[in-house]
């Protein structure tokens, strides 16, 4: 199983990325995707989180309204669309599987199964 992270970069404050996040070696449309990001000598940070249906979305309570979390099954991606950046958001960014058989999505480091390599985003202020 591989998941790779693409998409990071430098960006000035009020900017926006996308992350993406392509899969392998797994039935992506099985599996619940999370975003987590972890800054300098801190802990990882939930993001979001999606179910593998798609339909249901998590987001830590401080990014409601500026990140949005998506998914495209037929593209194995999983996607992260930043707006309004502030350099507190600056982190390395991680995707993260889970298998489910259910509907739920997960906000907990420990859920995943499988984790990317990680993107940096770095907001210049």
């Known amino acids: 199983v591989q998941l790779v992270e693409s998409g990071g970069g430098l960006v000035q404050a009020g900017g926006s990325l996308r992350l993406s996040c392509a899969a392998s070696g797994l039935t992506f449309r099985n599996y619940a995707m999370g975003w987590f990001r972890q800054a300098p000598g801190e802990e990882h940070e939930f993001v979001a989180a999606?179910?593998?249906?798609?339909?249901?979305?998590n987001y830590v309570n401080s990014l409601k309204g500026r990140f949005t979390i998506s998914r495209d099954d037929a593209k194995n991606t999983v996607y992260l669309q930043m707006n309004s950046l502030k350099p507190e958001d600056t982190a390395v960014y991680y995707c993260?599987?889970?298998?489910?058989?259910?509907?739920?999505?997960?906000?907990?480091?420990?859920?995943?199964?499988?984790w990317g390599q990680g993107a940096q985003v770095t907001v210049s202020s």
């Open positions: 993260a599987a889970r298998y489910s058989i259910g509907n739920s999505y997960f906000a907990e480091t420990g859920a995943y199964t499988y």
């Open positions: 999606i179910n593998r249906g798609g339909d249901m979305r």
